[in-house]
């Protein structure tokens, strides 16, 4: 299975890979159960990545998402934003 989901949406504004969109040449999606965080996010005043939004997550730790195949995310797209953490994966649902 070849899947690669783009992160569409970043709204955390503390984010060093955040301007106007996910920098990050890809995420990783990590957390503990029942929730996922962003474990790309970084809380800098150095700002990183590429110079326009093309992040895709990369890897996906949380295995009970119904979304993980494999450690892959199937979602068509991802969301990260604050809740639980500073950048939690917003389109997460557990199985």
């Known amino acids: 299975m070849t899947v690669i ?3 569409s949406e970043c709204s955390v504004g503390n ?5 106007d969109g996910c920098t990050a040449i890809a995420i990783t999606v990590s957390g503990s159960t029942d ?5 790309t996010f970084i809380d800098t ?3 990183g990545g590429l110079p326009k939004m093309l ?5 996906c730790q949380r295995a009970e998402c ?3 195949h494999d450690l ?3 979602a068509s ?8 953490e500073d950048a939690d994966c917003l389109t997460y649902t557990h199985a």
């Open 45 to 47: 005043s150095v700002s």
């Open 66 to 68: 119904n979304y993980n």
């Open 72 to 74: 892959m995310c199937t």
């Open 15 to 19: 984010c060093s890979f955040n301007h």
């Open 77 to 84: 797209a991802v969301k990260v934003g604050p809740g639980a």
């Open 5 to 7: 989901t783009n992160v």
């Open 35 to 39: 929730h996922a965080s962003c474990a």
């Open 55 to 59: 992040a895709q997550v990369g890897a």
